[in-house]
């Protein structure tokens, strides 16, 4: 999330937290663009008037240098010229403040989804299906009782569908940037997760990290 006003971004945060994502921050364009080019997101939501380089400027090198994260832009700038620059820039959606976060979340969630594989708001994998509109998970029709960490981990893991997906790629996308997780703290939460379901989908690959796939027939 991109947003140099501290009030917004802090309620921007706390939503978005509570809904179940991890939010790294960024205060300004040049912060921006660095941390979009050098890591793995599963959205941007960017600001158009950025300290040192403005937020369309940001989405035009982002697209110049193939990073294809979805944006969504929360500006305060309204007029429609300024939603057509913005979507011509390379922007996935563009809404404007004030905001009700119920709103950027559900906005968020439809831009996240658009070009993976899963087009619907439901993920399935043979008997396991995970509703990511509503965060809840189930195996042949039986509700299986996550905690918020085991949720985001199972939901990475899922829309990762096949591909190896190593231990520090999913501290990344699971903890918050500034937690301190135990060396086996991924471990302990796939262990975690397994145990909740009566089949296994999630492979360790010992020293290299974990693949969700199709489990093993019986």
Known sequence: MVEDAADIAEQLRRGLTRSGYVVDMARDGVSA??????ETYAALILDIGLPKVDGLTVIRKLREANVST???????QSAWTAR???????????????????????RLRAITRRGVEHNSVTLKISDLSIDTSQMLVAEAGRQI??????YRTLHFLARNKGR?????ELVEHV???DSEPGSNAIEVLIGRIRRKMSRQYIKTRRGFGYVLSEPDQE
């Open 33 to 38: 663009c660095f941390k979009a080019e050098t």
């Open 84 to 106: 057509v620059e913005g979507i011509d820039a390379g922007a996935d959606d563009y809404m404007t403040k004030p905001f009700q976060i119920e709103e950027v979340i559900a």
């Open 175 to 177: 903890y918050a940037a």
């Open 70 to 76: 979805p944006i969504l832009v929360l500006s305060a």
């Open 164 to 168: 190896l997906v190593s231990q520090g």
């Open 145 to 150: 009782d996550l905690t918020p960490l085991e």
